[in-house]
């Protein structure tokens, strides 16, 4: 707990520092990396607290960006309105795919949770009302009134890093929770879960939801961070990105997902914008071929450091 | 108190329980033996729920639970051990006990207050890891009990959700004389309290405990009825019990 | 709405479901026997593709090129499961998904450093034209080659499954792999044997295929996804299954996408027609996937009991 604080002071000081410097770039930076590390989040309560292997996770993102997005095109700009919409609204895709999904498992339940993700970006595709395969431009960010402009950079980092704070906070009280425990002893032990009297579908949906539920607010954000969505979004890399990032971050610890999402952003930033001279002389376009090197990165980390980071960081505290 | 009739399963090319009538009464031990691939193990599923029934009726303090979901079945007062230890294993024995206690005492969709201050349920488990003889351990981890022990976990999971009939699947299995000795005493004690249907190897522990036994082979119920009579059998002599056991 | 458009589509619903089907029962048969989630056969497919576009150039003949490809691609296959796939058999599905997924990433890099983004496999002179089937049918000559091909290698696997030896060792491990491993089945050569059988697979599917979709990276992960939607639908492990639903796929899928805007067209405004009809079209084959397993979760022919 102490340590989360500091990251937090930290984090609170972090883009006064950059506004000092007069460089903004690296607050709206960081508050990409903040609404990633939320999506994360939400797909390590599913994923690395739950077990349940989704593959479609990037559709529940997807789902609140384009619901966010297109309140604000339609003219719809309170945060207050489109934020709840977002959330509602991948919440109720939740339901849905997890209804018919969670009624399989193993190997059946990671490849439907995938093909239902890839409707989804299908689906978005085709709506050629809200830009089809060439996405949606937003006029502006939405709007929360209370004297707060989230068009400026540094209220908007503020903002993010809120929400981030109330789902690390909600994700560790819904862990040490009745449910969290039920939640944690059906990833252990499903079938004595069951036969202890635990309804265990009902459990996993509701997980499913709720991971769902704050996925779509993170689209939302992302929404509006950039102005602008695409059908991308939804693309089942996309999925497999986020996965990468709680495993990268280390699953089941509760900075896991933000951990992932802030290495595998900081890396890709720094490959594609700071030159690497030995690299460029071998290789001189190697910025357009990055993904060979986080794909190998992630190759040498399944086969060589499964629990991520955060492993590695509390086997050192000898936690 | 419990009912099976005409109960039958069959796996692709194998009838592993063949019409099998048989009656558990309230307040007694009854014990199932068989020799292996009996059909036992599959008979307790079919009456836990887990493995559904081809053919035949199930029924549990006067209600058919033929069709029922195995967490119903278990609401309803039937619970069950495994053969094979199935506990949670990163848990500790408390917190193994204090999840059966939860799922027993109202819902889990509670999402904010800790578990760890609802001191009605870890005293709960506490009670129950000192029935089941886990009073010294109960703060271990279960991946770090002795093998008798966590078979004494096992049954102190399926008790721990109160049950009116317990099935236990060879609790004995793979124990020493000690061990073994104290998990016939606990079976002894909980007699008290709830019906027991029980699968055993150990004729020891059958013909001290047992008030009715019945006999599986090869899914079907070939002898049932008070020990001295399954003892003096002559099929149940050839099929299971050879000639060295004494009249 | 004529007849003759019907049967052309059918046909086409044909083709393309029997060139899904030699993906998906590669697919189906490593999930069968090792448990083992491979989301890199996708990219057994392009590299079949790329390296039968290479091999055409080189000898100047279609056959010559796409034949050589199998092979080449099944060694390539096979390199790959003993190096890195090996190692995951023992490990959880998570780590399978993550490797195999950075498998395609590097493989996809790989590939364009050595090729670039795309490559062309043009259709052979000979059987570009039309062919006439009926009077008003015409239907390429080179579709019917996919088609012929397609039910011939599906007529060998099945020989080579159900008659020999070593298809027998392959359905006891697809159905029951602690049963095969107890009879002594040197379980790891026969599955880097099935893996490379499954690779050849991917790489005639990816050549055939080639001159009538693009060449290019990342075409193995859209085939992907739908090799999986066949496998779930099939139930795992069988390659009948793989077959009946593949080929159901592929109808529903084309069938689907002719008429479905036509369709409601007929029934509905044009404006809602023709935003819903493709929309809906295009997830013909998923709500297909969704029906199939509501009423059998575990597909319509699993191969375990």
């Not at chain 1, 193993?106 to 709506?127: D, E, K, W």
Request: charged share 15%; glycine share 10%; with cysteine.
């Amino acid at each position: 707990m102490k340590r989360s604080i500091l990251v937090f002071i930290v984090l609170l000081g972090f883009p006064l520092v950059m506004s000092a410097m007069d460089n903004l770039f690296y607050v709206s930076f960081a508050s990409r990396v903040i609404i990633y590390a939320i999506a994360a989040t939400s797909l390590n309560l599913v994923l690395g607290y739950g077990g349940m292997i989704s593959f479609g996770h990037a559709a529940f993102v997807g789902a609140g960006a384009y619901v966010a997005s297109i309140c604000i095109a339609e003219g719809v700009t309170s945060a207050w309105l489109g934020w709840p919409a977002a959330i509602a609204a991948s919440a109720l895709a939740a339901w849905l795919i997890g209804a018919v999904s969670l009624r399989t498992r193993g190997v059946y339940f990671i490849m439907i949770t995938l093909a239902f993700a890839q409707m989804a970006f299908y689906l978005v595709n085709s709506m050629k009302a809200y830009g089809g395969d060439e996405g949606l431009t937003l006029p502006q960010r939405a709007e929360l009134g209370l004297g707060l402009d989230l068009g400026n950079e540094v209220v908007f980092y503020y903002v993010v890093l809120f929400l981030l704070a109330i789902s690390l906070y909600g994700l560790h009280r819904v862990m040490q929770s009745r449910f969290g425990r039920v939640v944690v002893a059906i990833r252990e032990n499903e079938a004595r879960a069951e036969a202890i009297g635990l309804p265990v579908y009902r459990y996993k949906l509701v997980c499913f939801v709720i991971a769902g539920a704050v996925a779509g607010l993170a689209g939302a954000l992302l929404a509006s961070h950039g102005k602008y969505v695409n059908p991308n979004v939804l693309h089942w890399v996309q999925s497999g990105t986020l996965m990468i990032m709680v495993i990268l971050g280390g699953v089941g610890h509760l900075w896991g997902g933000a951990i992932g999402a802030a290495v595998l952003l900081g890396l890709e930033h720094v490959i594609s914008d700071y030159p690497i001279p030995w690299l460029a002389a071998v290789a001189p376009n190697y910025p357009q071929h990055a993904n060979l090197g986080v794909g190998l990165v992630m190759l040498a980390i399944v086969l060589f450091a499964p629990h991520g980071v955060a492993g590695l960081l509390s086997r050192r505290r000898g936690a | 108190m419990l009912e099976l009739r005409r109960v039958s399963k069959r796996f692709v090319g194998v009838v592993a329980t063949d019409d099998v009538t048989l009656e558990v009464k309230s307040g007694e031990v009854h014990a199932l033996i068989g020799p292996n691939g009996a059909g036992k193990t599959t008979l307790i599923s079919q009456i836990s729920g887990t493995l559904p029934s081809d053919r035949g009726e199930i029924r549990f303090d006067g209600r058919d639970i033929t069709h029922a979901r195995p967490y119903e079945r278990v609401k309803l007062g039937l619970a069950r051990s495994y053969q094979i230890t199935s506990i949670f294993k990163r848990f500790t024995v408390l917190d193994n006990l204090a999840l059966a206690v939860q799922a027993r005492s109202g819902s889990s969709f509670s999402f904010w207050r800790p578990v760890s201050r609802e001191t009605a349920l870890t005293d709960e488990a506490r009670s129950i890891a000192g029935e089941v003889g886990l009073h010294e351990k109960q703060n271990a981890l279960a991946a770090t009990l002795a093998h008798g022990e966590q078979r004494a976990l096992e049954v102190g999971l399926a008790l721990a959700t109160r049950p009116k009939l317990v099935l236990l699947d060879e609790p004995l299995a793979g124990m020493g004389p000690e061990e073994a000795q104290r998990m016939i005493a606990l079976i002894d004690r909980i007699r008290s309290h709830v019906t027991v249907l029980l699968v055993e190897h150990d004729m020891d522990a059958v013909f001290r405990l047992a008030n009715r036994i019945s006999v599986l082979v090869n899914g079907r119920l070939i002898a049932g009825g008070a020990p001295e009579t399954i003892k003096a059998d002559e099929q149940v002599r050839k099929a299971y019990l050879g000639d060295e056991v004494a009249a | 709405m004529s007849w003759i458009l019907i049967l052309e589509q059918s046909l086409n619903g044909l083709q393309f479901g029997l060139m899904l089907f030699l993906l998906a029962a590669g697919l189906t048969l490593v999930f069968g026997i090792m448990d083992m989630i491979n989301l890199a056969h996708g990219s057994l497919y392009m590299l079949g593709a790329f390296i039968a576009s290479t091999l055409v150039q080189a000898t100047g003949s279609f056959v010559a090129g796409v034949l050589l490809a199998i092979p080449a691609t099944a060694i390539l296959g096979m390199l790959l499961e003993i190096s890195v796939l090996r190692s995951l058999y023992a490990r959880d599905h998570l780590s399978q998904v993550l490797a195999t997924f950075a498998l395609i990433l590097i493989i996809n890099e790989l590939t364009r450093l050595l090729w670039g983004s795309d490559a062309a496999l043009p259709m052979p002179q000979a059987l570009s034209g039309p062919v006439e089937l009926l009077p008003g049918l015409r239907y390429p000559a080179y579709r019917l080659v996919i088609i012929a091909v397609g039910i011939l290698v599906a007529l060998l696997l099945f020989i080579l499954v159900t008659k020999t030896r070593v298809g027998m060792l392959v359905r006891a491990g697809a159905s029951n792999r602690e049963m095969a491993l107890a009879m002594g089945v040197n379980i790891k050569t026969l599955f880097t044997l099935v893996f490379g059988v499954g690779a050849g697979l991917c790489a005639l599917a990816g050549a055939l295929l080639a001159p009538l979709f693009a060449v290019q990276v990342g075409m193995g992960e859209n085939i992907l996804i739908l090799a999986f939607v066949v496998i779930v639908i099939g139930g795992i492990g069988s390659i009948r299954g793989a077959l009946v639903g593949a080929v159901l796929l592929g109808i529903v899928d084309t069938i689907g996408r002719a008429f479905l805007p036509m369709l409601f067209g007929i029934f509905f405004q044009p404006r809602v027609a023709s935003a819903a009809g493709p929309a809906i079209a295009s997830v013909m084959i998923y709500l297909l996937m969704a029906v199939v397993l509501y009423f059998r979760p575990q597909g319509l022919f699993p191969a375990r009991g």
